[in-house]
């Protein structure tokens, strides 16, 4: 079967960095996506993974090892307004996202 | 308009009783799906469009269709709604010829079925 998984909830303080994990194993590897999600609003685009290595995009960044089926988004500086659940998706050979059910990250002052 | 609309952004349904979700998009879009979001797991991918005039069924169609006769509206239709269809109903499109071809989202409908 597919399956994503990564942790349900992690904490962090104001300015500091914070990893939030993410393993899967799917059929078939078109690329793994990184989306944000504030509560009670939609999922926004962060980063996108389809080579091994790491893709950094301002105070965000993003790591995928195909071999191991792992990757991580790395968050730096964080702000109060980084709270937020963090969706962990793969791109399986039809095409389709299969999604993890998220990482909720609470940033305490 | 910019990006996906949906209507309406929330709604309560006798059980039994059959629903049309709307969803359009301006950004001319060939692929445009249909989630679920319940609390505790991922979305859940209900049909799917890969061009006007074709739909898909995903993980979970069951109780739901959807037709896709132009480019921009991908309504989805509850026949006859059930409780456990209650949920956060998401729309989102992209472009499968780009790279990386992202989905974007609609606001969402969130959908109590009583």
């Known amino acids: 079967g597919q399956n994503i998984d990564q942790p349900t909830e992690m904490t962090a303080t104001e300015g500091a960095i914070v990893q939030i994990n993410c393993t899967y194993q799917t059929s078939g590897f078109n690329g793994l996506f990184w989306y944000q999600q504030h509560a009670g609003e939609a999922p926004t685009f962060l980063s996108y993974n389809v080579l091994d290595g790491l893709e950094e995009k301002g105070r965000f960044s993003s790591f995928l090892s195909r071999s191991k089926g792992y990757s991580y988004l790395l968050l730096k500086e964080l702000q109060m307004k980084d709270s937020a659940s963090y969706l962990c998706?793969?791109?399986?050979?039809?095409?389709?996202?299969?999604w993890g059910a998220g990482t909720k990250l609470i940033i305490k002052p | 308009i910019a990006g996906i609309t949906q209507a309406p952004t929330s709604q309560i349904l006798a059980a039994g009783r059959r629903m049309t979700l709307r969803c359009t998009q301006d950004?001319?879009?060939?692929?445009m799906y249909w989630y679920r979001q319940d609390l505790g797991l991922g979305l859940r991918l209900i049909h799917y469009?890969?061009?006007?005039?074709?739909?898909g069924k995903g993980e979970v169609p069951d109780g739901y269709s959807v037709s896709r006769a132009n480019t921009d509206d991908f309504p989805l239709t509850l026949a006859s709604a059930v409780p456990s269809q209650t949920s956060v109903y998401f729309c989102?499109?992209?472009?499968?010829?780009?790279?990386?071809?992202?989905?974007?989202f609609g606001p969402g409908t969130r959908l109590t079925v009583l």
């Open positions: 989102a499109s992209s472009e499968r010829s780009a790279i990386p071809n992202e989905q974007f």
């Open positions: 998706a793969v791109m399986d050979s039809n095409y389709q996202l299969i």
């Open positions: 950004m001319r879009h060939n692929a």
């Open positions: 469009s890969n061009t006007a005039g074709t739909t």
